[in-house]
Each structure stands twice: as structure tokens, then as C-alpha cells.
């Protein structure tokens, strides 16, 4: 059956595209649902159009909440006024639940329409791996498949007339119990490292480094969906770069110039030595405020034309807007690699426009 | 009568059930219109919710927005839609299909108590009963629109209704402002001018002549009567909080587009008891589905499943309020109140504190009380007749505030008034400023002046600019919007090309 909202949802969908009514483009939110994993929160992005109303601003504005806590005590952003819109709402409520890492990706790619990866197939390596998927009536207890015994276990009472809707008690016994069991299976694998590296210097403020966060989070998920093992190297860099733990990445600021290349230099040496082309794949990251020394442009060009992309699948740059920095060097590198296939540039203004760089990256399909 | 799955039988053991729970509800007194059951796949339900509970609305985007939301939101796990009913005679209500037993049991409890709520409660007194009937003939007309003139055109007239949906008077279907108003605007026509006092000082008789100098007089005349004349010709009479009314009647409109303001006005007619109404009406029928599935129809078996299910509805979210949960507890409370008669100024005056915590007069007028309740509250006097401090401190209820030096939300006092005042404020009129029409032939010509009412909390500036952007493409002449920004009035002005601000007077 073929439903009446379809019309709707497509001439919606289209808006949300931009291919009509632009006049409504910049009420578009990406507006959140919240998904649980592991112990973190992660938004699931929804596209929102606010129609414009006539609304009490935040500032003098609360409401009335229910729970723990002292005066004082901050509230999570996203608390709405109760009673607010109009309308006959249905009576939902949202269920807290775990989105794995591979359902998370899966959403990711849907919402931004990202193609799949291709791992480049030179090299792939055949690997054993155990998985459960068998069902035997012997094992050890802690491999007991729980709903199948009881499942067995109540078939088994059914059939003999013992058991009681009205008192539902199922007691397995010994001959009720199943376990899984395992069987090597082979497939190949294909390996990949992401490296990133991000600037530190003085201009960069914790702002900034709040949207690399989110956007290397994110890069992370999708690109661990599409590889078996991925690699993660962070590089840090001022006028010098380091290679740092993932703590200290995001956590260290220092002062003083910028020399790009320097990370360039150093993520070469990193691939030279630990990962060769032919057995990786190569995902290089950098972020920065665009502020680098002048006469470092061409040695930064120079490094990625000669080196770097001729091993990497992928080379991101991605560029905050900093209240400091002059944000010149995505335009050199617009000029001098604009055309390089496996480049990918975007500039990232604020946290709303982390979504739509996440879709320049990950866009190629590299 | 359009119904979604005509097409599939409505199982017999649904009507067994339905059966059971209608009389068990008829029994404790509750009374409903016809109530019709059908049972939907997930997308179909979706596709119903997104149309706010009816099988057939207007085109209009929004609806396919809501449906998004909703369908993904399930397939993602993430939400999920228990119950949905609509106030309509007889009324319709949905079930969703892959639910378990019990669950639909329990949403054909909580059903009842909203469809009593709709028929009982006086503030859906003026509401249509056959909007099922209403929205499809909308629909019809709307499409007829799109077909004339295009779906373009039509939808993006639609945008700019819905940007000032909210101005309406929502108290109109129970005052009868202008009738009053005309009738005495005629009685009192034409007053005659008073002997006395028209502007002349009190003075001695010799000194007359100096002090109230005859030429004066007669110019302080003349001013009163050119004042009088002038405020005849104000226009509307009265400030005019239905701002969707004033439109539809005065506004330049093509016929189409005057018949879409209206289509778009009654609805947010129909739809704002629901909102007006949203803590009690929930709280109504979580009560009764809780009492009916205790009480009634729980077998062992079932127990658990039924305690999960009922504790999610009424969970509380850390630092936000579940209608559902301060609803049903409050209803629970006046019960408990009027049944051990802790209520009036004896109970209020009595300073010893134990026979206060252990007052009970028998009176047995719980159920009673709460039947008369939900006939005539609505949140707003709900909250404010039966909130009390020990309730409050029951519930851990706060009241939080914006905190500009720290940019977020913060819990602001647990304090009774404070909080009762936060809530009161957050119910009034939706929760949304309100706005009337001041003036429809400003400056004399013909530009529409709109006053905020300005309680404390300033407008959201960029919303603001752009629903004056919206009034203008109805009004078609420039619009002010009077307000308070900054603890300084300010006028708001869109003259059809650009945005203009003026503070306290001066312009900027």
C-alpha cells in the first residue's frame, strides 16, 4: 500500500536537499536523537525545519524539572518547556539503548549517503577466525545459549503437560540445555591506520579542538566499520611536531609558530616505517587554523605531492575558523592540489558544519 | 468515513478485550463517546501520528518531517509509539500491531481515560467532534488550492500561516469579547460634554476670567472632542489578542488564501485544549490505566511485564518533567486529600504537626473530587488550586533557570513559589508570549501594530524578525512589533525590504 505521507516525506527530503524552497534552507537543524554507547551519548543526526514562531528567548527563561541535585547544579542542554506546541502528540517515550559502533556507522553512511570503501586489494591477507554461529548440546556452562534451552525447556513441559499458563514457571533440566559451539571460517582482512594531525599551536582554541574531537570521533566510527583492524597515530605539531598518545593530542596546547610540514615530515617517516602502502591503508588527517610561516607553503606542497599522496588512500585537510588564525593555507592547497583524486578539503566554521565536512571526507569513497 | 485498514478484520480477541476493559471503565463512572479500535503496522502508525492522529490532512512537508522523526526513531530503537487517540465523536484510537497482549490491554485503559477526558473536560467543549470529517474536507479544499495555483504557491502561503499558528486567543471560545464590547461602545455613543470640570481650574469668582480665560476653554474643548473623535476611528476598537482572526477579516487576501488562514486557525483551535490540558489529561488516563489494569485484568503472568511497561511511562527524567508522572501523582494526591478531608482552613490553620500527619476525617470524597477536577481545570488552574509544598518536596521538583555567565540551564531553587511561579509561567497561554494587534491603521497607513505583553522573558531576536517577515507577506504592509529587549523597549519594524530596530525611542 502505497502511503499518503510518502508525498510529503519526499517533498521534505527534497527541501532538506536544497533542490526547492531555498527560502527555508537556513531553518534546517540537524536535530538530535539520542542514542547510547557504551557509556556515551551520541546524537543520531536528524534533519529539523523550524518554522518560525514567536518564541521567549534563553536569557531570564527556565522551567520547572524533577530529580536530584543542588541549586546550582547544571542541567544537560535539550530540556524543552513543557506543555509547549500544539498538537495531538503521541504518547512515546524515549527508550535509552545501546547503538553498537557498527550500527552507528551504518546510520552514518545512510544519513550522508557515503559510499562504501574499496580497500585497495593488492594485498589481502587470509586470516582464521572463530565464530560463533553453532548450536551443540554439550559445552561448558558459560557458553549456555539461554534463550534456546528455555525455549526447549518450555517445549518440553508443553509436551508433557506440566506446565501452567497461570503459574509460567520453566525449569530447564539437564537435557533442555543448549550450548553454542564455534567454526573457524576464513576471510581476508585489510588493514588500515588513520593518522592524524592537528595543529597546536597558540591560535587553536579549546573550541577548535572540541570540533576535531567530534570529527575525528566520527571518522573513527565509519572508517572501523569498513576495516577489520585500523591503526590510530596522532601527531601534534607547533613549529616542531611530535608523535603523542591520543590523550595528550587533544590535550596539549602550546604556544608559538606554525610549520606545517613538520607534521607532513614526521607522519612520511611514521608510514615509512611502520606501514607500508602495499599492506595498509593510509588515511592521513590534518587540522589546523590555516595560519602556517610563509616560505613553509612550498615545502608543505612539495612533501605531500612527492610523498605523502603517493601513499596515502586518503589525505583530509580539515580547516577550524579560529579568531586568530588567517585560515590562508586551504587556499594554497586548493590551488596547487585542488584536482589530486585522493584529496579532500573542507572548512569547518562551527559544530554545525562538522556534518557536512564529515561527508566531504568520507564522500570519495577512498 | 475514511478509516486506515478498512481492509484488515479487527481481530476477535481484541474485541473481547475491549469489551472487558469498556465495562470495567463504565463501572468506576468514566464517561466516553463510542471508541474505535483499529490495530496498524508501525509505518502506518507513523504515518497517522505524523498527521497529528488523523488518516488525511493537507499537503504540507511538515507532516513528512514528523514522519522522519517517528520512523526513524523506531527503526533505529530509539522510540516507539504506545498510544495514540483522537478527540472525536465516536472516537478513533490505535493500536500497534506487534505489541504484546498486555500492552494493548493496558493502551485500551489508558484510552478510555482520554477519550472521557475529551468528552467530559469543558475545555474541549467548543472543539468539533467530527474533525475526522473536518480535516479531510480541509484536505480536499487544499488540494483543490494546489491544483489552481499550484503546489508552490499554496505551500508557501501555508509556511506563513503556520509561523503565527500560535496567535490565537485561546480563551475566546469562553469569552465573548466583542460582542460586550460593541454593545457598550453603542450605549455609551455620543456622550454629551460634561458641564464641569472640562479643563477649568478651580478658582475664586473674581479671578475667573484670569484663571480659566475663555479662549483656553474653548480650545481645551475643541482638543477633547478631536481626541474623542480620534479614538473612535481606532482601529481594532480593542487590542485583539486572535491575531489570526483579525488577519482573516482584514487582511488583503485572495480568496484561497483567506479559506487556507482559516483552515490553519481552525485547527489550532481544535488542537490547543490538547495542549492546554496535556498534565491533566495524561495524568487522567495514566490514573485510570493504572487503576483499571491493578485492579482488573492482571494475571500473575503478566505482572512484570505490566510494571515495566507502566514505569517507563512515568519515569522521570533527570531535570525534566513527564507530564504523565506529575499528572498521575497529582490526581493520586487529591484523591488521597479530600479523601481524609486534608483540604480547607481548618486542615490549612492547624499549626500542631501531628495531627496534621495523621489527619483523617473520613471523608471518602477522593473520587468524587477528582471526577469534578477534571471537568473543570485546565493546567494552568490544576497547578495553581492543587500544588502543594509537601507535594512539591515529595516529587523533588526544581525550578531551573538560564545562567548567561555560564551559558546553560541550572537547577535555581527548590523554593514552593518559585517554583509554582516557573511552572505557571511555562503554562500560561502554551508556554508562548503573547501577542495582540494594537493598531491595523498605524500611523494611518494601514500598518499593523502588534504589542508584546512583556512578563520578564525577552523574544528569541532572529525568530522574531523572521515571523514579522512571515506577517508581512499576509498583512502585505510594513509590521512593528512592540517589545522589551534589554530592559528597554524596542520596536521591531519589517517594511517589506529590510529590518529595522528602535530602542527607547531612538533609532538605531
Known amino acids: 500500500m502505497v502511503q499518503r505521507i510518502q508525498r510529503d516525506h519526499s517533498r521534505f527530503r527534497q527541501i532538506v536537499r536544497g533542490k526547492i524552497k531555498q527560502e ?16 556515551e551519548l551520541v546524537s543520531i543526526p536528524l534533519p529539523q525545519i523550524e518554522i518560525p514562531h514567536f518564541r521567549y528567548g534563553s536569557r531570564g527563561n527556565g522551567g520547572v524539572g524533577q530529580g536530584e541535585g543542588d541549586v546550582g547544579t547544571p542541567l544537560g542542554p535539550g530540556q524543552g518547556q513543557p506543555g509547549a506546541g500544539a498538537g495531538n502528540e503521541p504518547g512515546g517515550h524515549i527508550l535509552e539503548v545501546d547503538v553498537s559502533l557498527d550500527e552507528l556507522a551504518e546510520i552514518l553512511g545512510e544519513e550522508l549517503e557515503l559510499p562504501r570503501i574499496e580497500p585497495r586489494g593488492k594485498h589481502t591477507i587470509n586470516e582464521q577466525k572463530d565464530r560463533y554461529t553453532g548450536i551443540r548440546q554439550t559445552g561448558p556452562e558459560s557458553l549456555r545459549h539461554f534463550k534456546r534451552t528455555y525455549k526447549r525447556a518450555l517445549r518440553r513441559q508443553i509436551a508433557s503437560n506440566t506446565y501452567n499458563p497461570e503459574m509460567p514457571i520453566v525449569i530447564p533440566i539437564r537435557e533442555d540445555k543448549l550450548y553454542r559451539s564455534w567454526k573457524p571460517v576464513e576471510r581476508p582482512e585489510a588493514n588500515a591506520v588513520i593518522i592524524y594531525m592537528m595543529d597546536v599551536s597558540g591560535s587553536m582554541t579549546d573550541e577548535q579542538k572540541e570540533i576535531v574531537r567530534i570529527e575525528a570521533f566520527w571518522i573513527d566510527t565509519w572508517l572501523r566499520s569498513q576495516y577489520d583492524g585500523i591503526e590510530t597515530r596522532y601527531i601534534v605539531h607547533d613549529a616542531e611536531a611530535a608523535e603523542v598518545d591520543r590523550e595528550t593530542f587533544y590535550h596539549t596546547r602550546e604556544s608559538g609558530g606554525t610549520r606545517i610540514s613538520s607534521a607532513y615530515k614526521l607522519c612520511d617517516k611514521l608510514i615509512d616505517e611502520h606501514f ?6 593510509i588515511y592521513a588527517l590534518h587540522f589546523s587554523d590555516g595560519d602556517n610561516w610563509g616560505e613553509d607553503n612550498l615545502v608543505c606542497m612539495d612533501t605531500l605531492k612527492e610523498k605523502l599522496l603517493t601513499k596515502a588512500n586518503l589525505f583530509c585537510y580539515g580547516q577550524v575558523e579560529s579568531p586568530y588564525g588567517s585560515g590562508q593555507f586551504i587556499r594554497e592547497l586548493q590551488n596547487n592540489l ?29 | 468515513m475514511s478509516t486506515i485498514s478498512a481492509h484488515r478484520p479487527y481481530p476477535a480477541e481484541f474485541r473481547r478485550m475491549q469489551d472487558e476493559i469498556e465495562a470495567v471503565a463504565r463501572r468506576y463512572g ?23 492522529g488523523f488518516p488525511n490532512r493537507y499537503p504540507h512537508w511538515r507532516f513528512g518531517m514528523e514522519y522522519e522523526e517517528l520512523a526513524k526513531g523506531y527503526s533505529y530503537g530509539l522510540q516507539k509509539i504506545y498510544e495514540m487517540v483522537i478527540n472525536n465523536d465516536p472516537c478513533y484510537a490505535y493500536l500497534l500491531e ?55 504557491e499554496v505551500e508557501t502561503f501555508i509556511d506563513a500561516c503556520l509561523s503565527i499558528e500560535d496567535l490565537i486567543d485561546i480563551h475566546s471560545p469562553g469569552i465573548k469579547r466583542h460582542d460586550d ?41 475643541k482638543r477633547r472632542i478631536d481626541d474623542k473623535k480620534h479614538a473612535k476611528h481606532k482601529f481594532p476598537e480593542l487590542s485583539e489578542r486572535d491575531v489570526m482572526l483579525f488577519l482573516v477579516d482584514y487582511a488583503p487576501l485572495e480568496n484561497w488564501q483567506r479559506d487556507v488562514l482559516s483552515i490553519v486557525r481552525d485547527e489550532a483551535y481544535y488542537f490547543a485544549p490538547q495542549a492546554q490540558t496535556k498534565i491533566m489529561n495524561e495524568g487522567w488516563a495514566s490514573y485510570w490505566h493504572s487503576k483499571i489494569m491493578t485492579t482488573h485484568g492482571l494475571t500473575s503472568a503478566d505482572v512484570v511485564d505490566y510494571a515495566d511497561h507502566h514505569s517507563g511511562t512515568v519515569a522521570t527524567h533527570p531535570g525534566r518533567l513527564n507530564p504523565y508522572k506529575l499528572g498521575i501523582e497529582l490526581f493520586r494526591d487529591i484523591e488521597e486529600r479530600w479523601n481524609t478531608g486534608r483540604f480547607g482552613r481548618e486542615y490549612d490553620e492547624c499549626d500542631d504537626r501531628r495531627s496534621k500527619a495523621n489527619w483523617d476525617k473520613q471523608l471518602g470524597l477522593g473520587r468524587q473530587k477528582i471526577f469534578e477536577v477534571r471537568k473543570v481545570y485546565n493546567d494552568v488552574t490544576f497547578i495553581d ?43 500560561t497561554n502554551f508556554g508562548r508570549p503573547i501577542i495582540a494587534v494594537q493598531d491595523g491603521n498605524y500611523e494611518n497607513r494601514g500598518e499593523l501594530y502588534l504589542v508584546h505583553q512583556h ?47 528602535q530602542v527607547g525611542g531612538e533609532n538605531k
Open chain 2, 98 to 152: 506487534c505489541n504484546a497482549m498486555l500492552d494493548q490491554k493496558l493502551v485500551m485503559a489508558h484510552v478510555y481515560g482520554h477519550c472521557d477526558f475529551f468528552k467530559n473536560n469543558i475545555y474541549f467543549g467548543h472543539t468539533s467532534r467530527k474533525m475526522m470529517d473536518g480535516m479531510a474536507n480541509h484536505a480536499n479544499r487544499v488540494r483543490g488550492y494546489m491544483d489552481k495555483h499550484g503546489v508552490d
Open chain 2, 455 to 501: 512578563s520578564g522573558v525577552d523574544l528569541k531576536m532572529d525568530y522574531a524578525e523572521d515571523t514579522i517577515r512571515n506577517l508581512h507577506k499576509l498583512w502585505t504592509r510594513p509590521i512593528h512589533l512592540e517589545t522589551v529587549f534589554d530592559d528597554k523597549p524596542l520596536v521591531l519594524t519589517f517594511d517589506g525590504k529590510q529590518h529595522a530596530k
Open chain 1, 24 to 39: 527555508l534552507k537556513k531553518y534546517i537543524s540537524h536535530g538530535e536523537m539520542i542514542g547510547k554507547q557504551g557509556g
Open chain 1, 276 to 281: 607500508h602502502p602495499a599492506e595498509w591503508n
Open chain 1, 338 to 366: 585542488g584536482g589530486a583524486e585522493n584529496v579532500a578539503l573542507a572548512e569547518i566554521g562551527d559544530k554545525e558544519a562538522i556534518y557536512d565536512s564529515i561527508k566531504v571526507f568520507l564522500g570519495k569513497g577512498k
Open chain 2, 181 to 221: 464590547k460593541l454593545r457598550h461602545v453603542a450605549l455609551a455613543a455620543e456622550p454629551e460634554e460634561e458641564e464641569e470640570g472640562s479643563g477649568r481650574f478651580k478658582s475664586k469668582d473674581y479671578m475667573d476670567e484670569f484663571v480659566n480665560p475663555r479662549v483656553a476653554l474653548a480650545a481645551e474643548r
Open chain 2, 385 to 427: 488550586e492543587f500544588l502543594t509544598p509537601e507535594f512539591c518536596r515529595h516529587q523533588k521538583m526544581f525550578s531551573y533557570a538560564f545562567n548567561e555567565d555560564t551559558d546553560q540551564y541550572e537547577i535555581e531553587s527548590r523554593e514552593f513559589e518559585k517554583l509554582k511561579e516557573r511552572l505557571l509561567f511555562s503554562l
Open chain 2, 30 to 52: 468514566l464517561d466516553f463517546f463510542e471508541t474505535i479500535f483499529e490495530v496498524l503496522t508501525y509505518e502506518e502508525i507513523s504515518e497517522v501520528a505524523a498527521f497529528g
